[in-house]
C-alpha cells in the first residue's frame, strides 16, 4: 500500500488553478506601486531639484535638463499614473503646458521631467515589477 503526501501536491494544484489570477493582480498590484514610485519622485524633483535658469522677479526658472520649476503648480498637480488593467499603466502630466515641458519649443528646452524620472528609477520599477506578480504567484503578498 502506497501512502501519499497530498499537502505538497495541493498546493502545486493550487498555484496551477489560481496562477493565472494571482499573477494578474499581482502585475495590477506592482503597476499601482511603479506609478506611485514614478509620480512621488517626480513630483519630489521638481519640488526639490536644483535651479539655475534664469531669474524673473523673485523666480528662479530651471535651466534645460534640469526637473521644471514650480511655478502656477498647475503641471506638478497634474502629474498622475493610470493601471489598465494588469497589461499596461500609463505616467504623464495632464496640464495643458506639460508636453511644452517635457518636449520644449522652438524658444525653449525640454525640461523632460517624466522621461528623466522613468530612467532614474527604470531599475527600481523593473525589479517591482518582476517581484511583485511572482509573489502573488506563489502566494507571499
Known amino acids: 500500500m ?35 514610485i514614478l509620480k512621488q519622485t517626480a513630483k519630489q524633483r521638481i519640488r526639490t531639484g536644483s535651479r539655475s535658469g534664469r531669474m524673473y522677479g523673485s523666480h528662479q526658472a530651471s535651466a534645460p535638463g534640469e526637473y521644471s520649476a514650480f511655478l502656477t503648480g498647475e503641471h506638478f498637480r497634474s502629474i498622475d499614473y493610470d493601471v489598465n488593467g494588469s497589461h499596461s499603466f500609463d505616467f504623464g502630466a495632464g496640464a495643458k503646458h506639460s508636453p511644452f515641458l517635457e518636449l520644449g519649443t522652438s524658444k525653449m528646452e525640454a525640461r523632460d521631467d517624466l522621461g528623466k ?9 523593473n525589479r517591482i515589477l518582476g517581484q511583485v506578480p511572482y509573489k502573488y504567484l506563489i502566494g507571499k503578498k
Open 2 to 36: 502506497a501512502v501519499f503526501s497530498t499537502s505538497g501536491e495541493a498546493q502545486a494544484l493550487a498555484v496551477l488553478v489560481q496562477g493565472p489570477h494571482r499573477f494578474n493582480q499581482g502585475l495590477q498590484i506592482a503597476g499601482h506601486k511603479a506609478g506611485h
Open 117 to 125: 524620472t522613468v530612467s532614474n528609477e527604470e531599475a527600481r520599477v
